[in-house]
């Protein structure tokens, strides 16, 4: 059960929420440090030692770019170390994106022995799943991921999340 706080415990929550993104970001820019397209696991290693909340949102960033230039299957050949794979859908569930974090979980038992399997000669991506026989899949979980992170016109579902979750859990982002 989490503890009452005293608000001015934790004065980031006195912005609105622009600033109290643009804090967090901030607070994630120092403390989440390392390559997160790294495959040693440094990273991973990194915000692990975050409080529970900061990690969810460190870990979740990059999805939340993958879903903004790219798509969810396509966010493993960029993001596809195993354990942050297995931070971010924990960070999603942390922050209650429960339908994403399903979405992301059968996106990334696809993908992660497929791209093991990509060599240099398979540079044309469609048609490497293609010739996997997985293409419709693909993008049956591409767009049900796109889907689910439209909240609005210029909105993210997973930066609304870390608003909520830090408006709930101020704690748990800003705590030790």
């Not at 994403?100 to 540079?123: Q, W």
Request: aromatic share 8%; charged share 30%.
């Amino acid at each position: 059960m989490d503890m009452p706080f005293d608000p001015q415990q934790f004065p980031a929550l006195q912005k609105d929420d622009v600033d109290l993104q643009k804090e967090i970001e901030a607070i994630l820019t120092e403390r989440a440090k390392g390559d997160p397209y790294g495959m040693n696991g440094d990273f991973a290693a990194t915000i692990s030692a975050l409080p529970v909340g900061l990690r969810a949102m460190a870990a979740t960033h990059w999805l939340d770019i993958s879903l903004t230039l790219d798509s969810i299957t396509w966010h493993f050949g960029n993001f596809g170390e195993p354990h942050l794979v297995a931070l971010t859908e924990d960070g999603l569930r942390e922050l209650g994106l429960d339908e994403l974090a399903l979405c992301f979980k059968e996106a990334s038992e696809l993908m992660l022995p497929i791209l093991v399997e990509r060599t240099e000669a398979d540079d044309n991506l469609p048609d490497f799943l293609e010739r996997k026989g997985v293409s419709e899949l693909v993008d049956s979980l591409d767009r049900r991921a796109w889907d689910l992170d439209n909240p609005g016109s210029g909105k993210s579902l997973i930066y609304d999340a870390w608003i909520r979750y830090a408006r709930q859990h101020p704690e748990r982002v800003f705590g030790s």
